[in-house]
């Protein structure tokens, strides 16, 4: 994403394996206990409920905006359909009619299990916020999920959630260039459903491509997003991002280090993103203040991307 304004077991991934562990958060935050009951003889995967870094600018956007993603997202068997959902939802204090918009959140099915991946900001002002929830979800005999842009807005008690825009799954195209095929294929690039979704259909340009697989010659990179789930515009502005068209990608962790944790050594995320700009992004922003850069503009830090690294190509 281009600067904003404002303040601060086997898993199995649509179109391809994704190696993870059932039970875990795999996530900035902290898993808590089993996300949702399940029943004596389901064959779905154990999963835990998402929680917040304790060093987010601000863990109870997040939260709130996770809770309803799973409150969609999961249920037992028997509580499928509008109706269920909409009363689990309303049992957050949250609206109900946010059902209406959950799309690929809500497939046809009498039992699903959700994991959050990652909830990361879109964008973080002093009375909105978006929230981009990445997530695997399974159903009995399918396995999926995709990003959801969860729109916010401050209120008492809690933030309040006014929109969701789920990504779609982007259709795979039947050949791909040989970069796109090595990004999926690499040990060291992890990606949620709907970023792998994303080069799969060969909407990611080649630039991206190519700077992500030099960077995972030097670390461990796990992605939160390249295009689908993420605002169309800098949140904020009337500015485009980079993102939709394919021309970005936002790194959520590195060499196993959660960015958004202060426990992460500053030096590794200046180095990334050094790395970054070294491999041709023009817009690099993070949670680290670094000098230098070929255009004053090259670097930058703000709120919004305390949790993440933001890599953008121009063209």
Not at 69 to 98: D, F, M, Y
Not at 169 to 183: D, M, Y
Not at 186 to 195: F, S
Not at 199 to 220: E, F, K, M, Q
Request: proline share 9%; with cysteine.
């Amino acid at each position: 994403m281009s600067r904003p304004l404002g303040r601060r077991g086997l898993l199995l991934s649509t179109g391809g394996l994704f190696a993870g562990a059932a039970g875990c958060s795999g996530t900035s935050g902290t898993a808590s206990g089993p996300s949702g009951p399940a029943s004596p003889h389901t064959s779905l995967p154990a999963t835990t409920a998402w929680r917040p870094n304790r060093d987010d600018v601000d863990p109870d956007v997040k939260l709130r905006a996770v809770q309803v993603v799973e409150a969609i997202g999961a249920w037992p068997a028997g509580q499928g359909g509008a109706a269920a959902a909409k009363r689990r939802v309303a049992a957050l204090g949250a609206a109900p009619s946010l059902v209406d918009a959950a799309g690929p959140m809500r497939p046809a099915a009498d039992e699903a299990a959700l994991q959050v991946i990652v909830a990361q900001y879109g964008g973080i002002l002093t009375g909105t916020a978006s929230v981009m929830v990445a997530y695997r979800q399974w159903t009995p005999g399918r396995a999926g999920g995709t990003t959801v842009d969860v729109r916010l807005r401050r209120a008492r008690p809690r933030w309040e959630v006014t929109a969701l825009y789920p990504g779609p799954l982007r259709a795979a195209v039947p050949r791909l260039p040989a970069e796109a095929r090595r990004v999926l294929d690499h040990a060291r690039i992890g990606l949620p459903p709907a970023a792998r979704a994303d080069v799969r259909s060969g909407h990611i340009r080649p630039a991206v491509l190519g700077a992500l697989l030099d960077l995972a010659g030097t670390y461990r990179i796990d992605v939160t997003v390249f295009s689908s789930g993420h605002p169309l515009y800098v949140f904020g502005t009337d500015r485009r991002s980079d993102h939709p068209p394919g021309r970005a990608f936002d790194v959520w962790r590195i060499d196993g280090h959660p960015v958004v944790d202060r426990a992460t050594p500053r030096r590794l995320v200046e180095s990334f993103m050094r790395d970054a700009a070294a491999a041709g992004s023009y817009n690099v922003g993070g949670p680290v203040r670094v000098s230098g850069g070929a255009t004053p503009n090259q670097f930058f830090t703000d709120d919004t991307h305390h949790d993440h690294v933001h890599v953008g190509f121009a063209g």
